[in-house]
């Protein structure tokens, strides 16, 4: 039961059952790997990244946050001195 509200609250395993059966097969945890990459690809950094995650160990982050190759060369350009001045 939810304090504020006196709700009942979805245990997290029919919580992951609705998502499921919502999106087509999605799991929870795909949810949790998609929403830590976008916030990367935005450009949260890395003290961001962890407090958002829980994780404590950058290499635990390291496995949810994946970068593509596309956002990498965005970050980059707007990031370059050269393409700044022109």
Known sequence: MCDSSGKARLSYRRAAE????ATGGWTLHQLRHSALTHAAED????????????????ALLARYARVSGEA?????????PAARKR
């Open 43 to 58: 450009g949260a950094n890395t003290s961001t990244l962890l407090a958002y995650s829980g994780h404590t160990s950058v």
């Open 72 to 80: 990498l060369a965005r970050w980059q350009v707007e990031r370059d």
């Open 18 to 21: 609705l998502f499921e059966a």
